[in-house]
């Protein structure tokens, strides 16, 4: 069993920055990877990103490349997502999500069994 909580979440003005983290525990805790995924209001909810459990291999929505960066400290159990350059579109509720499977990066929800309870962060024009 995986638990994961999201916190860093917040109202920025457009062009700034938010670095969202999602605490993880648990067994296999430093075992999972890890993806991020958003829901903007109205909107279906979407992948953002991922990261494999060392580290070392990352998956990027192509509109993320470039603005958003994740990556991960094991040693504190914390898998971050920074943004920057943030638009009002970006606005959402950010969900991680961890997949225990070992394998390839996945951009489909069906692949996380463990999902956190969401941030909110709003970027104001």
């Known amino acids: 069993q995986v638990q994961l909580v999201e916190s860093g979440g917040g109202l920025v003005q457009s062009g700034g920055s938010l670095r969202l983290s999602c605490t993880i525990s648990g067994r296999a805790a430093s075992n999972v990877a890890v993806g991020w995924f958003r829901q903007g209001p109205g909107k279906e909810r979407e992948f953002v990103c991922a990261?494999?459990?060392?580290?070392?291999?990352?998956l990027y929505a192509d509109s993320m490349k470039g603005r958003f960066t994740v990556f991960r400290d094991n040693a504190k159990n914390t898998v971050y997502l920074q943004m920057n350059s943030l638009k009002p579109e970006d606005t959402a509720v950010y969900y991680c999500a961890a997949d225990p499977a070992v394998g390839f990066l996945s951009e489909r929800e069906r692949k996380y069994d463990y999902w956190g309870q969401g941030t909110q962060v709003t970027v104001s024009s």
């Open positions: 990261v494999n459990w060392s580290g070392g291999d990352k």
